[in-house]
């Protein structure tokens, strides 16, 4: 189970912290990661966390602003979000997965998904 926290209204240019509770996987799971999506779109990855390995995959928006961190003592999962702009305003999801992807940021790779959390970037 992936349980998503932290999500709000926050104005342009501020920060936001994103929670991930991590919870009844028998086995390590591959790899962890966000996405968000708005309404009318595709869910698109964000940033993406390998167990394996500790590599981290960002997209082309969050590179510079955004980080991942993987906390596997607590099971938690974060993504500190900075200088956040208006198109960043979106439902976040926090996804895992079994075995690797081609492509670590492409949501339709991820098999286990949590409800969501609301990010609004306003002023």
């Known amino acids: 189970e992936l349980a998503e926290s932290g999500g709000g209204l926050v104005q342009p240019g501020g920060s936001l912290t994103l929670s991930c509770v991590v919870s009844?996987?028998?086995?390590?799971?591959?790899?962890i990661g966000w996405f968000r999506q708005v309404p009318g779109e595709e869910r698109e990855g964000v940033a993406y966390y390998s167990n394996s390995d500790g590599s981290t995959y960002y997209s082309y928006f969050a590179k510079g602003r955004f980080t991942i961190s993987v906390d596997n003592a607590e099971n938690m999962v974060y993504l500190q979000m900075n200088s956040l702009k208006p198109e960043d305003t979106g439902v976040y999801y926090c996804?895992?997965?079994?075995?690797?992807?081609?492509?670590?940021?492409?949501?339709?790779?991820?098999?286990?998904w949590g409800k969501g959390t609301l990010v609004t970037v306003s002023s």
């Open positions: 996804a895992a997965d079994d075995v690797p992807d081609t492509d670590p940021l492409d949501a339709r790779g991820m098999d286990y």
């Open positions: 009844g996987f028998t086995e390590d799971y591959y790899g």
